[in-house]
């Protein structure tokens, strides 16, 4: 099983990379922005028995995302997942949001999805299968406060993932969205709320791993998550 996952160096990202990492014959490429970060990730999959790619990569920067993507079909081929993680919360209020603050979440949390997806979907259309997994949230059904850029970018990930499963059903692609409410990666961890609270990231990633073993006769297109107590 070949993977590519954005955002592996921590958090939700992370625990998909060491979830996957048990599969047989599994083979990580790992993105984000922080090199060693990336290195401790990749050893603890390769401890699992996985091989694993670090690429530094800024899904923001469209050559970086082309010169990783390009680095991993020279290598692998297309990859049988495609996991857009890649994201950031940055809390305000909209009336408070400047113009560039809003931009930046679009471009973190929409935009660098279109962009990785892009960069592999003819790879993984002319070779008929693969799935691809947006990390969206519960804040893209649901206005929160103090939400002004965030909210709507996740709004418009769950479109990019909705269309994109319109228009590949036909390709043998499948195309999932994971709605997880709060959970318990490093955008929590300084809140004075319990862990017990929140979402373990594993419980996101064993819910991916899942949705993945599916016959290729049924898809799950979205999934929501949330704390057993309800949103934070």
């Known amino acids: 099983m070949n993977a590519v996952i954005t955002g592996a160096s921590q958090g939700i990202g992370r625990a998909v990379a060491l979830t996957l990492a048990d599969e047989p014959d599994a083979r990580l490429a790992l993105w984000a922005r922080t090199e060693s970060k990336l290195e401790d990730t990749a050893e603890a999959?390769?401890?699992r028995g996985a091989e694993a790619l670090v690429q530094p990569t800024d899904v923001t920067d469209e050559d970086a995302v082309g010169r990783s993507a390009h680095e991993?079909?020279?290598q692998w081929d297309a990859p049988d997942v495609l996991v857009n993680n890649a994201g950031t919360f940055q809390p305000g209020l909209l009336a408070e949001t400047t113009t560039d603050a809003f931009r930046e979440q679009v471009e973190v949390n929409l935009t660098s999805a279109f962009t990785v997806t892009s960069?592999?979907?003819?790879?993984?259309?002319?070779?008929?299968?693969?799935?691809?997994f947006f990390m969206a949230s519960v804040a893209s059904i649901k206005?929160?406060?103090?939400?002004?850029?965030?909210?709507?970018?996740?709004?418009g990930l769950l479109g990019l993932a909705r269309t994109l499963r319109e228009e590949t059903k036909?390709?043998?692609l499948r195309v999932t969205a994971l709605l997880p409410g709060a959970t318990y990666t490093p955008s929590w961890q300084q809140s004075d709320l319990p862990a017990e609270r929140f979402i373990d990231p594993d419980d996101v990633a064993h819910t991916l791993r899942d949705i993945y073993h599916l016959s290729e006769r049924a898809?799950?297109?979205e999934v929501l998550l949330r704390p057993q107590r309800g949103d934070v």
């Open 143 to 155: 206005g929160y406060p103090n939400g002004g850029a965030y909210g709507p970018a996740k709004h």
């Open 170 to 172: 036909e390709t043998g």
């Open 219 to 221: 898809v799950v297109e």
């Open 72 to 74: 991993v079909l020279d």
């Open 45 to 47: 999959c390769r401890e």
């Open 119 to 132: 960069a592999f979907l003819e790879s993984m259309q002319e070779a008929g299968r693969g799935h691809v």
